[in-house]
């Protein structure tokens, strides 16, 4: 809280949950969105007893996600049984992990890191009957500062008491929709043609140069792939800018030795 950097990260947020909870000692312990302790040695007790009770709620997590455009689709299903019936908050947050920042307390390593509230803090509100199933899809885009891996969704549903009926949680690179070729230069190679005998480009020499490509495992394959060299420098000139690289399947590279650049 405070100045840390995931505070003021998303500070609108943060402090819009900060006032719903109503905090004023840090660290503090809610189960299930209720308050247990701020005393640590106290937590597990608290999380086995919660991690023991049947959730009133089951929550499923679908969606797809475009790593090019960093946006996505979260669908949502909620399936309440005889003990829920009401009106109820649902939330779907975006976390990332592996977050390194050496915080006041000294503690250098952070997970679950809430970056966004989807489509805000307030949430959505839901009305709720027994054993009727609820969906709801949101929208939602990654910032680029965020790493994709390390990102997941999570949703929940709380009551007007702030209680948490259940939680659920799909990790991004799960949804990532692959429906394209994933490219990536992992090989370059330079053949100065009539070399001076100093292995380096020289004013008024030619080279030729391959690029190898390699396609991601995960990945579909790349059909009619074309390479273009391009440059800014005003004293180079590419005789012949592009090279096709044809197929590339996934877990594949290829070089353009035939057609050098």
């Given at each position: 809280?405070?100045?840390?950097?995931?505070?003021?990260?998303?500070?609108t947020?943060?402090?819009?949950?900060?006032?719903?909870y109503?905090?004023?000692?840090?660290?503090?312990?809610?189960?299930?969105?209720?308050?247990?302790s701020?005393?640590?040695?106290?937590?597990?007790?608290?999380?086995?007893?919660?991690?023991?009770?049947?959730?009133?709620?089951?929550?499923?997590?679908?969606?797809?996600?475009?790593?090019?455009?960093?946006?996505?689709?979260?669908?949502?299903?909620?399936?309440?049984d005889?003990?829920?019936?009401?009106?109820?908050?649902?939330?779907?947050?975006?976390?990332?992990?592996?977050?390194?920042?050496m915080?006041?307390?000294?503690?250098?390593d952070?997970?679950s890191?809430?970056?966004d509230?989807?489509?805000?803090?307030?949430?959505?509100?839901?009305?709720?009957?027994?054993?009727?199933?609820?969906?709801?899809?949101?929208?939602?885009?990654?910032?680029?500062?965020?790493?994709?891996e390390n990102?997941?969704?999570?949703?929940?549903?709380?009551?007007?008491?702030?209680?948490?009926?259940?939680?659920?949680?799909?990790?991004?690179?799960?949804?990532?929709?692959?429906?394209?070729?994933?490219?990536?230069?992992?090989?370059?190679?330079?053949?100065?043609?009539?070399d001076?005998?100093?292995d380096?480009?020289?004013?008024?020499?030619?080279?030729?140069?391959?690029?190898?490509?390699?396609?991601?495992c995960?990945?579909?394959?790349?059909?009619?792939?074309?390479?273009?060299?391009?440059?800014?420098?005003?004293?180079?000139?590419?005789?012949?800018?592009?090279?096709?690289?044809h197929?590339?399947?996934?877990?594949e590279?290829?070089?353009?030795?035939?057609?050098?650049?």
């Amino acid at each position: 809280w405070g100045t840390d950097i995931f505070n003021t990260y998303n500070p609108t947020e943060n402090n819009a949950r900060f006032s719903y909870y109503t905090w004023n000692v840090t660290p503090d312990l809610r189960v299930d969105g209720v308050d247990r302790s701020y005393t640590s040695s106290a937590w597990p007790g608290f999380i086995n007893s919660a991690a023991s009770n049947d959730a009133p709620l089951e929550i499923r997590l679908s969606g797809s996600f475009d790593e090019v455009s960093r946006t996505g689709t979260c669908s949502i299903i909620l399936n309440p049984d005889s003990r829920v019936n009401g009106n109820y908050k649902l939330h779907l947050v975006l976390v990332e992990d592996d977050l390194y920042f050496m915080g006041s307390n000294g503690y250098p390593d952070h997970e679950s890191v809430m970056r966004d509230m989807i489509p805000n803090a307030n949430g959505t509100s839901v009305s709720l009957m027994p054993d009727v199933p609820y969906t709801q899809s949101f929208n939602f885009s990654v910032p680029a500062l965020l790493t994709v891996e390390n990102c997941r969704l999570i949703a929940f549903v709380q009551a007007p008491d702030r209680s948490v009926l259940n939680a659920a949680k799909v990790e991004l690179p799960d949804i990532i929709v692959r429906n394209v070729p994933r490219l990536a230069i992992v090989e370059n190679n330079m053949q100065i043609l009539e070399d001076d005998g100093d292995d380096k480009l020289n004013p008024g020499e030619s080279a030729t140069f391959t690029i190898t490509i390699e396609n991601d495992c995960l990945w579909l394959g790349g059909e009619d792939v074309l390479g273009t060299l391009s440059t800014t420098s005003p004293y180079v000139t590419i005789s012949a800018n592009q090279a096709n690289y044809h197929q590339i399947a996934a877990c594949e590279s290829v070089t353009n030795t035939s057609e050098p650049y």
